[in-house]
């Protein structure tokens, strides 16, 4: 019970992000460039610590089974919020397309995330510029599907310097909030 409430604060926390985004004029003439700020709450969600937001064990001590778990257990939830988060500010403060490009791009980002984060090579920082460029990929690729064109990968190379930049702004804050993430609460 209590992790749902945790889950649906996060939820409201990413929505609140993506509306203060939707009133920052961050754009530079490139359709689509945002500063990704609800996908700090992604972050934040893979690089949670195990037994956080569960109940431990009855020595007060996490069993190692909540260690391996964790992965797939961040993994479902940020899959989870992030969706929702998408799906919602979608209605709420764009459009079905906006639901189209975001869904892609996040599947894209997220994928990306994992792989950087599964195979160790990659600080935090450095999972959260996979996430943002591998977003803007995803969102390019849906584009020249709809507009049926190759000619708006001409914005990628700009976008992935967005991405880089935004994503590693978010994974320093990333890196600034998980130790008080962390703290048991008293």
């Given at each position: 019970m209590r992790r749902t409430a945790e889950l649906g604060f996060?939820?409201?926390l990413a929505l609140i992000?993506?509306?203060?985004e939707s009133l920052i004029p961050f754009s530079?003439?490139?359709p689509g460039?945002?500063?990704?700020?609800p996908n700090l709450i992604v972050l934040l969600l893979l690089y949670?610590?195990?037994g956080t937001g569960k109940n431990p064990s009855k020595d007060g001590q996490n069993h190692m089974a909540a260690e391996e778990k964790i992965f797939s257990t961040g993994?479902?939830?940020a899959v989870l919020v992030n969706g929702l988060r998408i799906i919602l500010s979608g209605f709420l403060f764009s459009n079905l397309y906006a639901i189209l490009y975001a869904l892609s791009g996040a599947a894209l980002?997220?994928?990306?995330?994992?792989?950087?984060?599964?195979?160790?090579r990659f600080s935090m920082i450095g999972v959260s510029v996979l996430g943002g460029v591998f977003h803007n990929v995803g969102q390019i690729l849906v584009a020249m599907a709809v507009v049926e064109t190759f000619a708006v990968?001409?914005?990628l190379p700009f976008l992935i310097v967005a991405g880089t930049v935004t994503g590693a702004v978010l994974g320093f804050a990333g890196m600034e909030l998980v130790p008080y993430l962390r703290r048991p609460v008293s």
């Amino acid at each position: 019970m209590r992790r749902t409430a945790e889950l649906g604060f996060l939820l409201a926390l990413a929505l609140i992000l993506s509306y203060v985004e939707s009133l920052i004029p961050f754009s530079f003439g490139i359709p689509g460039m945002k500063l990704g700020l609800p996908n700090l709450i992604v972050l934040l969600l893979l690089y949670e610590k195990p037994g956080t937001g569960k109940n431990p064990s009855k020595d007060g001590q996490n069993h190692m089974a909540a260690e391996e778990k964790i992965f797939s257990t961040g993994v479902r939830e940020a899959v989870l919020v992030n969706g929702l988060r998408i799906i919602l500010s979608g209605f709420l403060f764009s459009n079905l397309y906006a639901i189209l490009y975001a869904l892609s791009g996040a599947a894209l980002s997220l994928s990306a995330m994992l792989a950087g984060k599964k195979y160790g090579r990659f600080s935090m920082i450095g999972v959260s510029v996979l996430g943002g460029v591998f977003h803007n990929v995803g969102q390019i690729l849906v584009a020249m599907a709809v507009v049926e064109t190759f000619a708006v990968a001409y914005y990628l190379p700009f976008l992935i310097v967005a991405g880089t930049v935004t994503g590693a702004v978010l994974g320093f804050a990333g890196m600034e909030l998980v130790p008080y993430l962390r703290r048991p609460v008293s």
